[in-house]
T-cell receptor, first 117, second 110 residues
């Protein structure tokens, strides 16, 4: 079974340039997450989707970050324009959430490492 | 959401048992406790989850006392490949347990 697939694995851009990350979750998983992880720190949630609806985007810096999950499957996270402080690893995760059933398991991709020069 | 506290780092030697304790004083009745492992350049990976008492799988054991205000991840006979960061999360489903915290950096030495 294929896991969560992310691309690109690495991206180097200059500040003020746009960048986009793509995520393909595990087939059948209805919930998708984007996390940001700075070096030496734990992942921080940016946005959570249930199917195609963003149900928690309170931590997403909406002035420069945007995300979409069309058709409730793949998702794209975009940064425009990128700033030096956006250098980090962007992790995508998915889970199967059923009302009344605790699953508690997030499946993560390998992440996309962004370097902004 | 329940806040968790873990040691920042731990050292061990190959073959030893390692116990990592997580404090979660304000855990709610419906909350589960989940542990993840993360290697460099990889996303976190689910290790084990429990609600109370003891849970064991092929990788680890999870001990949860009756008051559930803490939990201990036990890794039997660690090897060098167990060197990683371990995160404790608390919540009642995958959509709720979203806060990873800083984790515990385990270094296993030869």
């Amino acid at each position: 079974e294929a896991g969560v697939v992310q691309s690109p694995r690495y991206k180097i851009i200059e500040k003020k340039q746009p960048v986009a990350f793509w995520c393909n979750p595990i087939s059948g998983h209805n919930t998708l997450y984007w996390y940001l992880q700075n070096l030496g720190q734990g992942p921080e949630l940016l946005i959570r989707y249930e199917n195609e609806e963003a149900v928690d985007d309170s931590q997403l810096p909406k002035d420069r970050f945007s995300a979409e999950r069309l058709k409730g499957v793949d998702s794209t996270l975009k940064i425009q324009p990128a700033e030096l402080g956006d250098s980090a690893v962007y992790l995508c995760a998915s889970s199967l959430d059923v009302i009344g059933l605790n699953t508690g398991e997030l499946f993560f991709g390998e992440g996309s490492r962004l370097t902004v020069l | 959401l329940a806040k968790t506290t873990q040691p920042i780092s731990m050292d061990s030697y190959e073959g030893q048992e390692v116990n990592i304790t997580c404090s979660h004083n304000n855990i709610a009745t419906n909350d589960y406790i989940t542990w993840y492992q993360q290697f460099p350049s990889q996303g976190p990976r689910f290790i084990i989850q429990g609600y109370k008492t003891k849970v064991t799988n092929e990788v680890a054991s999870l001990f949860i006392p009756a008051d559930r205000k803490s939990s201990t991840l036990s890794l039997p006979r660690v090897s060098l490949s167990d060197t990683a960061v371990y995160y404790c999360l608390v919540g009642y489903n995958a959509g709720n347990m979203l806060t990873f915290g800083g984790g515990t950096r385990l270094m296993v030495k030869p």
